[in-house]
Every structure is written in structure tokens, then in C-alpha cells.
């Protein structure tokens, strides 16, 4: 179950959107993005330092000095 909050947000994100049917695909989406956000974070996932995606705990540091578990964009070495 999503929160008010999220809701919210992503109602907030839909406003400029005018076209209904556009508005409609787009908010599911969104929830459904949210929902998964939602799961990772209750499974343990935390969000990489660098760009804010969450990561799974059970991945592997591509360094060992690295603390935190890294994103699938700092594993692909991005950035
Ligand atoms: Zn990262």
C-alpha cells in the first residue's frame, strides 16, 4: 500500500499533463514504479551515495572501501 505522500507526488508530477487517456498510462507507471520502490526498500535495498538508485544489499562492492552497496549504474562503472 502506497503512502499519501506518494500519491500525492505523483499526482503532482501528472498536473501539466492535459491529454486524460496519456495521464492515465502514465500514473500507472508511476505507481507501479513507486510500489517496486517501496518493496526494495522493505527487502533491505539502500540508496547508492552517488546517484540516489536504490541497490540491492546482496551485491557485490566493486571496491572493497566502498561502504555502501553500489547501483547498477556504479557497477556498470557510469560516471
Ligand atoms: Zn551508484
Known amino acids: 500500500m502506497l503512502s ?3 500519491r500525492a507526488r505523483v499526482e503532482t508530477a501528472l498536473i501539466g499533463i492535459t ?6 498510462r502514465i500514473r500507472r507507471v ?13 527487502q533491505g535495498w539502500t ?20 561502504a555502501a552497496p553500489l547501483c547498477d549504474l556504479c557497477r556498470a562503472g557510469v560516471g
Do not use: D, F, H
Open 4 to 6: 499519501e505522500e506518494v
Open 19 to 24: 491529454e486524460e487517456a496519456l495521464r492515465g
Open 30 to 42: 508511476m505507481l507501479r514504479a513507486a510500489r517496486t520502490n517501496q518493496w526494495k526498500r522493505c
Open 47 to 66: 540508496p547508492c551515495p552517488r546517484y540516489g538508485i536504490l541497490a540491492a544489499p546482496s551485491a557485490a562492492p566493486a571496491a572493497p572501501t566502498e
